[in-house]
């Protein structure tokens, strides 16, 4: 099972920019994702990658404003959001399991969660 810690999340106005960090250690698996729950709404899909493969999946909000990589030598998944909007405020999470057969986006086919960072973006 891995141990998943996520890091960078922060304060910033709209248009600006953050890097989201996930270390994740103890396994490598074959999907790692970023997701985020904003105040009262369910837990969405942002970004998944297949660390194998490198191929990515984003969802319709972060398509051509946020980049998911993956450093299959450090095991570690970014996500550097740019042009940040109050919309993206939510806490934003890190999962990772094996790559799933329906919605790779969907948020109940990943076991491994880690803790969350928060992002805020003000207007």
């Known amino acids: 099972q891995a141990r998943l810690v996520e890091s960078g999340g922060g304060s910033v106005q709209a248009g600006g920019s953050l890097r989201l960090s996930c270390v994740a250690s103890g396994y490598t698996y074959s999907c790692m994702g970023w997701f985020r729950q904003a105040p009262g709404k369910e837990r969405e899909g942002v970004a998944v990658?297949?660390?194998?493969?490198?191929?990515?999946y984003y969802a319709s909000a972060a398509k051509g404003r946020f980049t998911i990589a993956h450093d299959n030598a450090k095991n570690t998944l970014y996500l550097q959001m740019n042009s940040l909007k109050p919309e993206d405020t939510a806490m934003y999470y890190c999962?990772?399991?094996?790559?799933?057969?329906?919605?790779?986006?969907?948020?109940?086919?990943?076991?491994?969660w880690g803790q969350g960072t928060q992002v805020t973006v003000s207007s």
């Open positions: 999962a990772a399991d094996s790559c799933p057969v329906g919605h790779i986006l969907g948020t109940n086919d990943y076991r491994n």
């Open positions: 990658i297949s660390t194998a493969g490198g191929d990515v």
